[in-house]
């Protein structure tokens, strides 16, 4: 595929995970001028700290384009307690462009905080949700059965509703995740030659339970691996899934945006 067809694209992209407050080469200006020059017509800045969903709400709050989720991530569940439920609760009450609660959910990878403590700060974080009736947004590293496990006595609540960030399952998890009602997310890793197992995930998963995002500045695709990730690579992720499911690029952007304003509700906020 060509170069030139993304440039004849009339739809758009919205980048759904990402972390500007997290960038280091560019200031948030310069990433949003060259995300919007690629036709990322919506950013969601994800917020996985108490001074990062801070931020979050600024950045929402300075930008027409950026929509902010607050929480906290698994590597910090262990510093979230009832003082930081009751913050997390009153940004989402005064903060009308917060579309969703996390990033949160288990990490299993290096990370020393306990799955008692994981598990906890996660059903906090889905309890809020819920409450607000705005999505969650999960973070599932090397835990795959204990996501699926905090999440079943949520499952076909009216007010929840969710999404797997940077899937990183197979295609059985992937099945299993949307026959619970979940969205899944595919960030650049669908790019790298090596990720057999989520390029598969990707052909099966129906194109309107998917999400793109980059979690930039992380996992920059194919062809800045290992190089600072912007925005702007978005379309990346949209090129492969375009490639995997043989369809067209435009329908992938088209698809996975409306799949993105109806989730979080974006054309009301």
């Known amino acids: 595929m060509s170069e030139n067809v993304l440039e004849e694209i009339k739809t758009y992209f919205i980048d759904t995970h990402m972390h500007l407050d997290m960038i280091e080469g560019k200031s948030p200006e310069k990433v949003l001028e060259e995300a919007?020059?690629?036709?990322?017509?919506?950013?969601?800045?994800?917020?996985s700290s108490m001074e990062g969903s801070l931020k979050s709400v600024e950045y929402a709050k300075n930008f027409d384009n950026v929509y902010a989720t607050v929480g906290i991530h698994p590597h910090y569940a262990d510093?979230?307690?009832?003082?930081?439920?009751?913050?997390?609760?009153?940004l989402i009450k005064n903060n009308k462009k917060i579309v969703a609660v996390g990033e949160t959910g288990f990490d299993f990878f290096k990370n020393?905080?306990?799955?008692?403590?994981q598990e906890r700060t996660f059903v906090t974080h889905i309890e809020l949700a819920v409450?607000?009736?705005?999505?969650?947004?999960i973070h599932d590293r090397d835990a795959h059965k204990e996501t699926i496990n905090a999440l079943k006595n949520f499952i076909g609540m009216k007010d929840f509703k969710g999404v797997l960030h940077c899937f990183s399952g197979d295609a059985d998890f992937a099945l299993k995740c949307i026959g619970m009602g979940l969205y899944v997310s595919f960030t650049g890793v669908v790019t790298f030659k090596n990720a057999k197992q989520i390029k598969e995930a990707a052909k099966i998963v129906p194109i309107e339970k998917?999400?793109?995002?980059?979690?930039?500045?992380?996992?920059?695709?194919?062809?800045?691996?290992?190089?600072?990730?912007?925005?702007?690579?978005?379309?990346?992720?949209a090129q492969e899934i375009a490639r995997l499911k043989e369809i067209d690029i435009d329908d992938v952007a088209k698809i996975t945006s409306n799949n993105a304003e109806s989730f979080f509700n974006l054309k009301n906020k």
């Open 36 to 47: 919007e020059a690629e036709n990322v017509r919506y950013v969601i800045n994800i917020g």
């Open 79 to 90: 510093k979230f307690g009832r003082k930081e439920e009751k913050l997390l609760d009153n």
């Open 112 to 117: 020393p905080i306990s799955k008692e403590e």
């Open 131 to 137: 409450k607000h009736g705005i999505p969650i947004v």
């Open 210 to 237: 998917i999400f793109i995002e980059t979690d930039s500045p992380y996992l920059a695709p194919h062809p800045y691996r290992g190089q600072e990730n912007y925005p702007s690579y978005v379309r990346y992720v």
